[in-house]
């Protein structure tokens, strides 16, 4: 009897030092920033952004609050604008969404990729920036941003390229570089079809919050009107069309 009672007491003191060493593991994995969900804060933010995060919770974003993974971004009536601690500037239009799927800090810099979901998006990400942004929409995805860009999703999809050439990807394929003040409409097979028409700046700063859109010179706009154009040129003595920029 006595054996069987040392070693009934032997098992329960090794069941309750297992539950312990459970409780304490979780404890700490909970608690730790290293094992929580990575967060970015919002520096200041313009008229009403809806949230819904990752774990159901809806809120209305507020200067301080903080953005992870899974978080989605709408706004309703009114456009609206955030700006995030890395300077990183994001304006939707009204009744446009956004997705945060993946936030993650690699060697003390933030890896973020953004995936636009509807309306319109201008976002800007300073030059001198030295975290990594993607954007995703649509089977497109532009690796390592440092752009001045406008997306939008009505009846088409189209890009806007204020600032630096770009390479753009579908379906993580390379599909076209994109040169600076550059429109382009895109179709949901990868095709690019580049537009001649004049894209009217003022036409496009309408769709978001005053300041949202950095003024751009004249010139360059005016240069970029006539950038793409439809023309034939002489090689090895047979005409060549076709839309090219001058």
Known sequence: MAIIYAMNLFFEK?????FLFIFIFIFIFFNNPAFSALKTTVTEVNNDVFVLDVYGKRFNLKNSDEIKTGDFLK??????SF??????KVCLSA???????????IKERYDITFQFRSGDLYLSIPNNSIDTHN???FNYIIK????DLVLSKSSELELINYRNSFNLFFKDKKNKR?????????SKNGNVVNSSKIINSDDIKKKFL?????????DKHKNNSRALQYGCITQSGKLVCGNRYK
Do not use: E, H
């Not at 994109?178 to 895109?186: N, Q």
């Open 178 to 186: 994109v040169p600076p003040f550059s429109y382009l409409k895109l």
């Open 210 to 218: 005053v300041g949202c859109i950095n003024r751009i010179s004249k």
């Open 135 to 137: 954007i995703k929409f």
């Open 95 to 105: 009744n446009s969404s956004l997705k945060i799927i993946n936030l993650d800090l």
């Open 144 to 147: 390592n941003s440092r752009n």
């Open 83 to 88: 700006i995030l601690n890395n300077k990183t």
């Open 75 to 80: 706004t309703n009536n009114l456009p609206a």
């Open 14 to 18: 090794q069941f309750i030092s297992f």
